[in-house]
């Protein structure tokens, strides 16, 4: 709105500058003096011209400035605005805060309210007690006859469970042979690393698994394989096609490196989407190297989880260098067995060994007899 009126003022004052040169033309007496006054008004209207574009060209650069300023205005008006909702945001927050200093308030008036009667009676005689040695001394002769007499109780308790032990008999009793066994899910997880083919050249952890297998019963039993390295290589569910079993077996291979955590994880996650909840679930792990393994200890272990989920690990150690610390807490942490096996020769009693523990009931039991029993 102020540019435009400028703009009216420059051209009212340019139409009064011709009025005057026009003006003077008519008054002019001679053609020559007319000459040198129009050169002469020229001369000023040229300079009155500059002088009006220079103000035109200042005019706007002022209009420029007003513009950018009215934007910063803008901008932080809304910064004004964003500040004026955290401040009130704030008091929301202090209110809040103050209601719960009352109600801290109100409970601990509230605990003042709270009958200390009794306990400052029993700290009364505590100290009646300490200021009476008297008192005190037949408090504790009372406590050490008590004492006393407890003892002569368990000396006898003690007396009669040694003359049981001296006199007691191991009587082996024969069970029905109508005795039945539970159910297995077995996953062989054997090592398919390539330090296999030193120490297991003739393949015997193949031909004793499938040994194993064939000793199972299809109507109870279920067998899934994890074949492992440093990866899984691959893994047969757990199922009662025992032949299936023994074909996949041969399909275990010697490459790669070890990683005891994978083929671990592995054997665990199968039993535990597919394993029956009546069945005994057991992982027999093979392996003749070391790797990655997190003890039951740590966090994250998969034994551990085995040992919660009562999952029993039959660990084998092959060869001269077997990871057996890791083997031991795998066994031991999941209420199964070490076993080492120096050569792959030696499998096949390890086996046998394992077969017995999955597959024949037990027939025999041994019981204890004290005298008189």
């Known amino acids: 709105m102020g540019k435009n009126r400028i703009f009216l003022a420059l051209a009212a004052l340019l139409g009064v500058v011709l009025l005057f040169i026009l003006y003077k033309a008519v008054l002019s007496p001679s053609r020559g003096d007319l000459g040198k006054l129009a050169d002469s008004q020229l001369v000023e209207f040229r300079r009155l011209y500059n002088s009006l574009t220079s103000l035109k060209e200042t005019v706007e650069k002022l209009s420029g400035r007003v513009e950018r300023s009215e934007g910063a205005i803008g901008e932080l008006r809304v910064k004004l605005d964003g500040s004026s909702a955290s401040i009130t945001k704030l008091e929301e927050q202090l209110v809040s805060l103050l209601a719960d200093l009352e109600g801290y308030h109100s409970q601990l008036e509230s605990l003042e309210l709270v009958d200390l009667g009794p306990l400052e009676q029993r700290l009364s005689l505590i100290e009646a007690e300490l200021h009476d040695p008297a008192h005190g001394l037949a408090v504790v002769e009372a406590a050490i006859r008590a004492l006393e007499a407890r003892l002569e109780g368990l000396e006898a308790q003690n007396a009669k469970i040694w003359e049981c032990l001296s006199g007691m008999t191991l009587i082996l009793e024969e069970r029905p042979e109508e005795v039945e066994r539970l159910p297995v899910d077995l996953i062989l997880a054997i090592d398919s690393s390539g330090s296999m083919r030193v120490n297991d050249p003739g393949g015997l952890r193949i031909t004793t698994a499938r040994r194993l297998v064939a000793g ?60 029956r909840e009546e069945a005994q679930k057991v992982i027999i792990f093979l392996t003749d190297g070391d790797g990655a393994y997190l003890f039951s200890g740590e966090k994250g272990s998969p034994v551990a989880l085995a040992g919660a989920k009562g999952i029993r690990i039959y660990a084998i150690g092959l060869g001269k260098d077997p990871s057996s610390l890791k083997l031991q807490d795998m066994a031991g942490s999941t209420g199964g067995r070490f076993y080492l096996a120096p050569t792959a020769a030696d499998l096949l009693e390890v086996y046998e060994e394992l077969s017995r523990r999955l597959i024949a009931p037990a027939r025999q039991v041994f019981k204890f007899a004290c005298p008189g029993d």
Do not use: K, M, Y
Not at 229 to 253: C, H, K, M, W, Y
């Open 216 to 275: 199972l019963d299809p109507v109870h039993d279920r067998v899934g394989i994890v074949s492992w390295d440093n990866d899984i290589d691959f893994v047969q569910p757990l199922t009662s096609d025992l032949a299936l079993v023994a074909e996949r077996l041969g399909r275990i291979d010697a490459d790669g490196a070890t990683n005891l955590n994978a083929g671990l994880t592995a054997a665990i996650e199968e039993l535990l989407q597919r394993g």
